[in-house]
C-alpha cells in the first residue's frame, strides 16, 4: 500500500515535470520565431517610419479642411484651371 502510493506519487511529480518542460520548449520556440519576426529591430523601424508617414499625412489631410491654412481646399487654384480648360475645350466646338 505504501509502495503503491510512492508509485503514484512519483508518476504525478514525472507528469507534472513533463508539463513544465514542454511549457518552457513550447515558451523558447515562440519567442525565437517572434526574435525572427515581430521583434526584428528592422521592422520595428519601418513600422515607426510607417506611424511617421502616417502622421504626415493625417496633419496634410486636416490642414485641407482649416480656413486658416496654405492648403485649404478653396484655396486651391486646380477647379479653375480645369474649368478653365473646359470653357476652352467648348469654345473651340
Do not use: C
Not at 514542454?22 to 520565431?33: D, L, M, P, R, V
Not at 515607426?48 to 504626415?56: A, P, Q
Not at 496654405?70 to 480645369?82: A, D, T
Not at 474649368?83 to 467648348?90: E, V
Amino acid at each position: 500500500m505504501i509502495f503503491d502510493k510512492l508509485i503514484q506519487i512519483d508518476f504525478l511529480k514525472m507528469v507534472q515535470t513533463i508539463f513544465y518542460l514542454t511549457g518552457t520548449i513550447i515558451t523558447i520556440i515562440t519567442y525565437k520565431s517572434l526574435k525572427k519576426g515581430l521583434l526584428n529591430t528592422v521592422y520595428t523601424d519601418y513600422h515607426k517610419r510607417i506611424f511617421d508617414r502616417i502622421d504626415n499625412l493625417s496633419s496634410e489631410l486636416i490642414s485641407e479642411f482649416s480656413e486658416d491654412s496654405e492648403n485649404h481646399w478653396s484655396k486651391n487654384k486646380e477647379i479653375e484651371k480645369i474649368l478653365n480648360m473646359f470653357t476652352n475645350t467648348i469654345s473651340r466646338i
